[in-house]
């Protein structure tokens, strides 16, 4: 929230919301017709079972008290589904090996890497076994490792289509990080590839599982903010220090900040509305001399319309200090969150007219518990290959942020708006909601 904006509250109410149970329940609409599920027609896990029931308490506090979300309902680790993580860069050590401590569903088993002293380091960290760390050429070897059944790929962009093509053919369930690839053609290589070797494939969006993101989808389509008539989103970093980086190279990179930070706006605006844009215009900056940006671009600004009428701008740079958020402008109210990108911290606020004031705003800051969101992601993956599902971020739904970077970067260049065919249907790349597991 803006100094300027915060000086127009005449009253600030804290509102307590309970776990995540009411949101669980959020965008259930299920696939479109542009998507084809996969289905895979043999049992597909090898540990199998569903859940153990929820371990229950008599009641202590009055219901009006907030929900504690009771004790968790995981699998033993003889049953949690077994993940190879590839690339240990920074996202899989800071983040992703940490998060499978709040796993209910799954557990790490084998890794790959190029460094073979820091895979064993790692392996000793966290109980993985000797015989289960494997490098990028013997990686195809993982199809005899009955110890893995899910490959999280984690490494630069340009990477991305071969292991995830590589891991299909070996007959694993694919997890792969954003941006999906560098290419639409890669992406549609990716689904196919999964698609011949009847495995999954999720794209590692995790804001779509996150609580925060969750309530928002919730409360704009139960129209809390009336008609939703404006989303503002801005997602930025510096980037710099190493200049020999991957993310400052375009054949590893794909692009500069859009795909790597900017792509979440662009995913926000439509995971929120559900819809897909009608027309695209664009404009991109990178700083003359700056030696970061002689092969990527360091900011990028596009706007779109949806076909309800929704207006989106966006904003993503490798240039400014910080920025990671948004505000939805409806009829009635806006919704922000602010931090909205981040991995932890994140603050809802929802702002409308005093019933009573007309001359006042009522702000309130929706508060729940804090996740871990990288643990919620892996755990819906490790969910859809027991129970079967299709992931709520499946590869189409990476395809076609990929297919929208492609045009904005054709928007700037051009200087003309594209207008795009009205897709319709809501939420036509996502499969079901993820289920709430406690
Ligand atoms: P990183 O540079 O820290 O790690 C990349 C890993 O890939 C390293 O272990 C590196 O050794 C390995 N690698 C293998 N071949 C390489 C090559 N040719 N050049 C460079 N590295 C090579 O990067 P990161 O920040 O961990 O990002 C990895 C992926 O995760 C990217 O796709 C990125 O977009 C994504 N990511 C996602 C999030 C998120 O919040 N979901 C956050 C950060 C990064």
Redesign the pocket.
Known sequence: MSESSKGEFSRRQILTTAGLGAVSAVASGGMGESVTAQQPSQPVTPRGGTLPPQIEFPPISEKTEVDTGGPPTALPPERRLGFAIV??????LE?IMPAFAECKLAKPTALV???AA?AKQVAQQYGIKPQNVYN?QNYDNLRNNPDVDVIYI???????AEYTVRGAKAGKHILC???MANTVEECQEMIDACKQANRKLMI???CQYEPHHRAMIQTIRNKELGTVKLIQADNGQHQGGDLN???LKRA?AGGGSL??VGIYCLNATRYLTGEEPITISAQTFSTPGDPRFKEVEESVTFQMRFPSGVLAICSTSYGFHEARRFRVFGSDAWGQLDPAFS?SGLRMMISRKSPTNSMAENASEVRMSEKN??ALEIDHMADCVIQNKQPHTPGEEGLQDQKLMALIYQAAQTGKTITLPRVSGLDVTRGPAPRTLK
Do not use: C, T, V
């Open positions: 690339g240990l860069g920074r996202l899989a983040e890497s190029g460094d820091k990028y984690i490494l630069p962009n340009s990477m991305h990080e954003k941006p590692a969006y995790r980086q991957w993310r590893l795909p790597d991995y969101q990288f």
